[in-house]
Structure formats: C-alpha cells, structure tokens
C-alpha cells in the first residue's frame, strides 16, 4: 500500500491527541539502598512514550507533557514506574491503568459558552480504577483538562500526578457514540493532514 495513503487512513482515524503532563511522583518505593532512579512510561496500545530519569528521588517533579494520539478505537492507558539501573534490569515501581473514556465522552459535548474553570465532568475512584479520590473534568482556556492522581498497584507505596489535555482533530466531527464505539465523518481538513505529516 502507498505510503501516502496509509497516512491518509491514519488521519481520517484519529479523534485527536491526548497530552499527558506527568507532573510530580509521591512516596515512592525504594529500590536501592539511597532512593530510586525513577522514570514513567506510558503505553497506548502500540505507543509508547516516558519521561526521563529523576536520580536517588521518591519524590521527583517531572513536569513532562507526552503526547498520544487517539483513534477511533480508544484503549486505557497503562502507566508504568521504573527505577534505572545501570548494570541490570530497570526495576518496577508500580503500575496503574487509565480510562479516556469519561474524557472522550465530554469531549463529544457541544462546550460553546461554557464558562471558564467549569467542571463538565467528575469521575469517581473505584475498584475499576486507579485514582485516589475524584477527577474532575474542566472547560479552561477551550480546553478540557483533567487532573489525576494514580495510586500505583502491585508495589508497597506510591502515586503519580498527571494532567490530561484534550486536542480534538479538528478534521473531524462527531457524529454518535453507541456501546463504547466512536463513529465520526470527515470534513477533508487538508490543513490538519498538512499538519500531521
């Protein structure tokens, strides 16, 4: 296939980009004698994204905004701690999941004249998710953020600070939303497929 039209089909099936600004780590595990040399990944079905490396920190402040683009069919993010190790494996420090899904809902509303600082949305912590206490989903700036704080499972302490921002594809606009299938047409936007490439 022409290389110009799998591009072409990768556009027509992106809703938009997330980006992930991992703000700060709380309390994490200790994996070596002096603290930890940790690090964040962050997976989206074949992407894959992380933050550099905080040196002998439990407590490190990355304040690095990734980004992931998302198509049509939305998956959870998965968030992975890492300690670095020079002369062996990286260590785990812990992991968590994030659903888009209450962000890709707000997103589909018609925000016109919402107030700014308005919350659109609040997703509560549960045994389906990671979050330590409620997320809410604001209108700031024409923009829906929303902040997160993750509670890392399968290690003996730690959380992870996180802002989402949405970015919609502005090539494209919503049509429905049935049974967790987003469903859209294309306005043929060639200065976003311009953009992208």
């Not at 070596?32 to 894959?48: C, N």
């Not at 730690?158 to 469903?183: A, D, F, I, P």
Request: glycine content about 6%.
């Amino acid at each position: 296939m022409d290389p110009r039209r799998r591009k072409a089909e990768r556009v027509e099936h992106l809703l938009g980009l997330l980006k992930v600004r991992v703000l700060r780590g709380v309390n994490l595990a200790y994996r070596d004698a002096r603290g930890s040399d940790p690090y964040v990944v962050l997976r989206m079905g074949s992407q894959k994204v992380k933050t550099g490396v905080k040196k002998k920190n439990v407590n490190p402040e990355w304040n690095e905004e990734l980004t992931l683009s998302v198509s049509d069919h939305p998956q959870a993010i998965k968030l992975e701690v890492y300690d670095k190790d020079t002369f062996s494996r990286d260590d785990q420090m812990g992991e968590a999941e994030l659903d888009i899904l209450p962000l890709l809902e707000a997103a589909k509303m018609d925000l016109a004249g919402v107030p700014d600082s308005s919350i659109i949305k609040t997703v509560k912590p549960g045994r389906q998710n990671c979050l330590v206490g409620e997320s809410h989903i604001k209108w700031m700036g024409g923009k829906l953020v929303q902040d997160i704080i993750l509670r890392l499972r399968n290690v003996e302490c730690g959380e992870v600070e996180l802002q989402l921002t949405w970015v919609k594809n502005s090539g494209l606009s919503w049509k429905r939303y049935y049974h967790r299938s987003w469903c859209f047409c294309s306005a043929r936007d060639t200065s976003f497929i311009t953009l992208a490439e």
